[in-house]
């Protein structure tokens, strides 16, 4: 086989084509606006956006086993919701303490989506949603109608503050953290190996139930940091608290070109499909589009780009097999 | 009953009436009972008159159901229809307020939810490459997206002729109106499936759909028709919410799509396509219902009803392996 050049390689690639709708997605957003690639404006993007990117690097695990999470977002309520009801009594005020505690209740969640999943062989979907209406319904539970406001989680709030490095720091470990795992590990291997052929997998050795666990324990964990994380950065809890998250989540790993059949994607194409859905936001209001729009602008563009990227792999697909013909 | 051949071509026709109760209608029908004893034990205002009287607000929802189930049997998925119910209230809420009279207020309803429905579906036929979770997550933001937008900045719109929509909310006898509507729907929902050439192909095409293309049926277009057929019956959906409510806001809906794929799981479709009859999930929504008013007698945390709703589930999708399992494990046990 003929050896590919370096240009030829990174051209074809899909975080290439990402690459190219985030620069060009800057420069008009630039032009619209000079003030949007200033260091506030671009460090208010990430912090604003930092559960999406977080626990997408987790839905990108999933997905690549050929599963799907919707718990994440009733996770995240729940433990955030522990997290600030214990802040709110007084009971534990210990920042780091309380990360971990969130952690330690994401994880527990992901284990039970986990064994249900591969233990129970029950589709991922209907027992992830069955999970979601639980946690949910818990975190309303705890909250016992009362909610943790600004001033009860005074000094909580610190770590996740406006200019606070915390959120950003956690952001660039998970993201390194997922790349070296998901690239050069064996545990990272396992999952690319169940997502594309579980039975091949199975065959050829792997532990596929234990794969599917430790899968949705990453989510689960992520999903509870990120309960944490958001009580910080919001500085409140509420059990309603950042409902329909899943669905942005998807969205942003569906847009930097992981596959929902499982078996394709990476780290960097969902970080980059992450900003590109996080720079939409931010910059349609400059665009001029009415803060009541985005939601439908946002539809559209995700659309478009499933769309466009059937159409692309349609095109391949076709100057593939005419170059077999001659 | 046996074919042309002579080859046995019903297996359900000689079973035994116990092996019936055992199946995972009969499973239904008795929780369905023990679900009506637990509401008369919990409240002494649980009886029918008052349960038919409460029920439409939940009825609502029981439309989307039938289309659902033929979604689901295809191993497709919409998540768009609370989205599609939201657009279709807003918009017959428009059409009220600007003086149109009230058949056609139901038309435009019945209308957007059909042509949101038909772009679903349009979609996912022309690019079958495309799993219907991703196609039907982005025309959900977009469906709501447009009606936040035809709202305005208060993101709620009222129906100020509420007079209209009286004739929706009479009782015929004990039961509303609705009440008929649902069964209506139940019924022609449920030979479609049992008893038709587009039912049965509905199965070949969720068992296997590359033997079904093969096989002459034609794929696109009833994954189409389907698909426009979810977005009508949302349109039902809102009508009948519209005639409880009186009003449509932002969150008008929202999470329809997941209580309604709840319900068509525990009544027994699988998610994986070709399996499962709506009869179960017909049952499977009067048991929420009935639960739903149950514990609302008896003002518990509605939020609770969730963490219930959800246990049901999980449970109920566990039933299959686990009978399996003791099922090999009595066999093991046999052998040695």
């Not at chain 2, 209608?25 to 349960?51: K, P, Q, R």
């Not at chain 2, 509303?176 to 049992?194: D, K, N, R």
């Amino acid at each position: 086989m003929k050896q590919k050049s370096v240009l030829k390689q990174i051209t074809k690639s899909r975080e290439f084509s990402l690459v190219i709708v985030l620069i060009v997605l800057c420069i008009v957003a630039t032009i619209l606006n000079p003030s949007f690639i200033s260091p506030t404006n671009i460090a208010q993007i990430f912090r604003n956006n930092a559960l999406t990117m977080v626990m997408s690097v987790g839905m990108l695990c999933v997905l690549l086993t050929g599963g799907i999470d919707i718990s994440v977002a009733s996770i995240l309520a729940f433990s955030g919701m522990i997290v600030g009801m214990l802040l709110k009594y007084k009971v534990l005020e210990n920042t780091f303490l309380l990360f971990v505690l969130g952690c330690v209740i994401g994880i527990v969640c992901g284990l039970l989506n986990g064994l249900i999943i591969s233990k129970g062989n029950v589709a991922p979907i209907i027992s992830t949603m069955g999970f979601m209406y639980i946690w949910r319904g818990l975190a309303y539970v705890i909250s016992n109608n009362q909610w943790a406001s600004g001033a009860d989680v005074v000094g909580y709030s610190d770590f996740g503050a406006d200019g606070a490095a915390g959120p950003y720091i956690i952001i660039a470990v998970v993201f390194i953290a997922g790349f070296i795992v998901l690239k050069w590990t064996k545990a990272g291997r396992k999952i690319y190996a169940v997502g594309s052929n579980a039975e091949a997998a199975r065959v050829s050795g792997i532990n596929v139930d234990a794969v599917l666990i430790y899968t949705y324990v990453i989510m689960g964990f992520l999903s509870g940091l990120c309960g944490a994380l958001s009580v910080s950065i919001y500085a409140s809890a509420q059990p309603n608290m950042q409902y329909g998250l899943e669905m942005d989540i998807i969205a942003s790993c569906v847009i930097g070109g992981v596959s929902m059949s499982g078996g394709r994607g990476s780290v960097v194409g969902t970080f980059l499909g992450a900003l590109i859905l996080a720079l939409i936001t931010r910059a349609l209001p400059l665009v001029g589009i009415d803060a009541i729009a985005q939601n439908m602008v946002k539809g559209i563009l995700i659309l478009a780009v499933v769309v466009l990227n059937v159409v692309t792999q349609r095109m391949m697909d076709r100057a593939n097999l005419e170059r077999r013909e001659m | 009953m046996a074919g042309k051949s002579g080859r046995e071509i019903s297996i359900a026709s000689n079973k035994s009436a116990l092996s019936r109760v055992l199946s995972w209608e009969g499973a239904l029908v008795l929780i369905f009972i023990a679900v009506n004893i637990l509401g008369v034990i919990l409240s002494e205002n649980y009886t029918a008159a008052n349960v038919l009287r409460q029920m439409p607000r939940y009825l609502a929802e029981i439309f989307i159901l039938f289309p659902m189930g033929y979604i689901l049997i295809l191993a497709d998925i919409d998540i768009s229809v609370g989205s599609i119910v939201c657009l279709s209230a807003t918009m017959a809420c428009f059409a009220g307020n600007a003086g149109l009279p009230f058949p056609v207020v139901i038309l435009v309803c019945l209308l957007v939810g059909l042509i949101c429905g038909a772009v679903n579906g349009a979609i996912l036929a022309k690019f079958t490459e495309l799993p219907s979770m991703i196609v039907t997550l982005a025309t959900q933001i977009i469906f709501r997206g447009i009606a936040e937008v035809s709202m305005g900045s208060g993101g709620t719109i009222s129906y100020t002729n509420s007079a209209d929509l009286i004739p929706l909310t009479t009782m015929a006898g004990p039961f509303p109106i609705s009440f008929f509507g649902v069964v209506i729907a139940a019924v022609i929902f449920i030979v479609v499936l049992s008893k038709t050439t587009f039912g049965r192909k509905l199965y070949a095409i969720g068992s296997n759909k590359t033997a079904a293309y093969y096989a002459g049926v034609k794929v696109e277009k009833i994954r189409f028709i389907v698909f426009s057929l979810a977005g009508l019956m949302s349109g039902f959906c809102a009508l009948v919410l519209l005639s409880v409510l009186f009003s449509a806001n932002t969150t008008t809906g929202q999470g329809f799509e997941m209580e309604v794929i709840a319900m068509a799981v525990f009544g027994g479709i699988a998610t994986t396509g070709g399996k499962g009859n709506l009869v179960g999930g017909f049952i499977a929504a009067f048991i929420i219902v009935c639960l739903r008013v149950a514990l609302g007698l008896i003002n518990m945390n509605t939020q609770l009803i969730l963490v219930i709703i959800g246990l049901m589930l999980i449970i109920a999708v566990l039933m299959p392996g686990i009978s399996q399992r003791i099922k090999t494990m009595k066999k093991m046990a046999k052998q040695s």
